[in-house]
């Protein structure tokens, strides 16, 4: 199991040039992928976006890519042309105003344009098995970090179910002694109605009948026990179970409301309250897995 919720970072240096590339990610129902290149490598992203989903299937992902060459690698450039057009610039104003003053080579070197960097074609796809490399250094450690968290996370949702699962045995207990509840007050109000009608009467126990249909919970309880087994079994795979866990709590949930409805005693519906307390803490959690 893991969190939706990591940082990964990995570099690679190659002929000079040294490659960067940094992920973050953070809860997302589906799978968001927001990719910052620089506008040399930009036709590398659907590569970029091919290698993330590979690894990850949920969450908003953010991958910012840069590189840089090594300082013997860059190329200055001279503009001659424009230096010189500076010098007589300063030495018309010096004329102009009847300023004197020394006009040195680093004042016309500090003009701006006059030293700059030489541009080097790039070739992106040259450079894909690097920033292949980096990439994939960045998401080793993100995934790292997401099945670190989805222990905990793992943990957690064990721990809140184990306290879901003793309020249904609680239910489960209860129950049958609802409708046994049920008889004996019916007994005890036609006793003292003081009517002459045998225990025995059809018409009692056919409202007795009626009532244990209506209040009659075990395929709830069965269902509901199904949805817990399959949850347990999510929490000890390795694939991204976010959306099965969502969706069996949406299932317990529906159990859960049924049986709350079909409720006629106060500890039933006691237990019912701290259940849906319980398991809406679980699916709150649940948001966080991938």
Same mark, same amino acid.
């Given at each position: 199991?893991?969190?939706?919720?990591?940082?990964?970072?990995?570099?690679?240096?190659?002929?000079?040039?040294?490659?960067?590339?940094?992920?973050?990610? +953070?809860?997302?129902?589906?799978? =968001?992928?927001?990719?910052?290149?620089?506008?040399?490598? *930009?036709?590398?992203?659907?590569? +970029?976006?091919?290698?993330?989903?590979?690894?990850?299937?949920?969450?908003?992902?953010?991958?910012?890519?840069?590189?840089?060459?090594?300082?013997?690698?860059?190329?200055?450039?001279?503009?001659?042309?424009?230096?010189?057009?500076?010098?007589?610039? $300063?030495?018309? %104003?010096?004329?102009?105003?009847?300023?004197?003053?020394?006009?040195?080579?680093?004042? +016309?070197?500090?003009?701006? @344009?006059?030293?700059?960097?030489?541009?080097?074609?790039? =070739?992106?796809?040259?450079?894909?098995?690097?920033?292949?490399?980096?990439?994939?250094?960045? /998401?080793?450690? /993100?995934?790292?970090?997401?099945?670190?968290?989805?222990?905990?996370?793992?943990?957690?949702?064990?721990?809140?179910?184990? *306290?879901?699962?003793? @309020?249904?045995?609680?239910?489960?207990?209860?129950?049958?002694?609802?409708?046994?509840?049920?008889?004996?007050?019916?007994?005890?109000?036609?006793?003292?109605?003081?009517?002459?009608?045998?225990?025995?009467?059809?018409? /009692?126990?056919?409202?007795?009948?009626?009532?244990?249909?209506?209040?009659?919970?075990?395929?709830?309880?069965?269902?509901?026990?199904?949805?817990?087994?399959?949850?347990?079994?999510?929490?000890?795979?390795?694939?991204?179970? @976010?959306?099965? %866990? =969502?969706?069996?709590?949406?299932?317990?949930?529906?159990? +859960?409301?049924?049986?709350?409805?079909?409720?006629?005693?106060?500890?039933?519906?006691?237990?019912?309250?701290?259940?849906?307390?319980?398991?809406?803490? $679980?699916?709150?959690?649940?948001?966080? $897995?991938?």
């Amino acid at each position: 199991m893991r969190s939706m919720t990591g940082y990964g970072r990995g570099e690679c240096a190659r002929e000079g040039l040294k490659f960067t590339v940094e992920l973050n990610s +953070i809860n997302r129902k589906q799978s =968001d992928i927001a990719v910052n290149l620089p506008k040399e490598l *930009i036709e590398l992203e659907p590569r +970029i976006r091919d290698e993330i989903n590979a690894h990850l299937s949920r969450g908003r992902i953010n991958a910012v890519v840069a590189y840089h060459r090594s300082a013997a690698e860059e190329r200055v450039e001279l503009d001659e042309a424009l230096a010189q057009a500076y010098l007589r610039a $300063i030495q018309k %104003l010096q004329r102009k105003t009847k300023l004197n003053g020394p006009v040195t080579l680093d004042t +016309i070197l500090r003009a701006p @344009g006059v030293l700059k960097l030489a541009e080097t074609a790039v =070739d992106a796809d040259a450079l894909w098995p690097s920033v292949e490399t980096a990439l994939k250094k960045a /998401l080793a450690q /993100l995934v790292r970090m997401r099945e670190k968290e989805g222990k905990f996370l793992a943990n957690d949702l064990a721990d809140r179910l184990d *306290i879901f699962v003793a @309020g249904v045995e609680q239910v489960r207990k209860s129950a049958p002694e609802t409708v046994k509840r049920y008889r004996e007050q019916l007994h005890a109000r036609v006793k003292e109605a003081g009517l002459d009608v045998p225990l025995d009467d059809e018409r /009692l126990l056919k409202e007795v009948v009626i009532f244990a249909d209506r209040c009659d919970i075990s395929e709830e309880l069965t269902r509901l026990g199904s949805h817990l087994n399959q949850f347990r079994d999510c929490l000890k795979s390795d694939e991204p179970v @976010g959306r099965t %866990l =969502d969706f069996l709590a949406q299932e317990m949930n529906r159990e +859960i409301n049924t049986i709350g409805s079909k409720a006629n005693a106060a500890e039933v519906s006691q237990e019912v309250v701290k259940m849906k307390a319980e398991l809406e803490k $679980i699916r709150e959690q649940i948001q966080n $897995i991938e």
